[in-house]
């Protein structure tokens, strides 16, 4: 799997970190940025990262910050990007089962890495259910269509 990765510079040890753990689990990185712990504007790293997921050039994408919340927003606005904030493994089973979430949100000043880990390995290996979550998937994508959110 092809995994795009950005943080702003709070998120940047966690994505050092998990650049290591990508690859241990099999998988390739395509960092996007930033390359240190200095102050930066993080939307067009976040843009960055959903537009590689977008396009396909990445299968999922993980953004990162100090809670992860702006990055998730950021994220989001790029189209046919589904952002999920996964603070603990709930959500990030959750994320994946119900809402087939392409692009993990996580803050790095939440997170430890040890966590951040088990996060991100439960993330990538939980598949989508489909069934009744599916529709609303749909949904979303209409909204993201001027649908106002009903699919079809």
């Given at each position: 799997?092809?995994?795009?990765?950005?943080?702003?510079?709070?998120?940047?040890?966690?994505?050092?970190?998990?650049?290591?753990?990508?690859?241990d689990?099999?998988?390739?990185?395509?960092?996007?940025?930033?390359?240190s712990?200095?102050?930066?504007?993080?939307?067009?790293?976040?843009?960055?990262?959903?537009?590689?997921?977008?396009?396909?050039?990445?299968?999922?994408?993980?953004?990162?910050?100090?809670?992860?919340?702006?990055?998730?927003?950021?994220?989001?606005?790029?189209?046919g990007?589904?952002?999920?904030?996964?603070?603990?493994?709930?959500?990030?089973?959750?994320?994946?089962?119900?809402?087939?979430?392409?692009?993990?949100?996580?803050?790095?000043?939440?997170?430890?890495?040890?966590?951040?880990?088990?996060?991100?390995?439960?993330?990538?290996?939980?598949?989508?259910e489909?069934?009744?979550?599916?529709?609303?998937?749909?949904?979303?994508?209409?909204?993201?269509?001027?649908?106002?959110?009903?699919?079809?």
């Amino acid at each position: 799997m092809r995994i795009a990765i950005g943080a702003d510079h709070a998120g940047y040890d966690l994505k050092q970190h998990l650049l290591t753990t990508i690859a241990d689990l099999g998988h390739e990185a395509i960092d996007m940025g930033t390359d240190s712990t200095e102050s930066v504007d993080y939307p067009p790293i976040m843009a960055a990262v959903g537009q590689a997921v977008a396009s396909g050039d990445a299968d999922r994408g993980i953004v990162l910050g100090g809670s992860g919340q702006g990055e998730q927003i950021a994220a989001n606005k790029v189209r046919g990007v589904r952002a999920a904030l996964c603070n603990d493994l709930y959500t990030a089973r959750m994320s994946r089962e119900h809402n087939d979430a392409n692009v993990l949100a996580m803050g790095a000043r939440i997170v430890a890495p040890g966590l951040a880990d088990e996060i991100l390995q439960l993330w990538l290996t939980t598949p989508f259910e489909g069934g009744r979550h599916e529709r609303r998937v749909d949904g979303i994508h209409a909204i993201e269509n001027g649908n106002g959110g009903t699919a079809g």
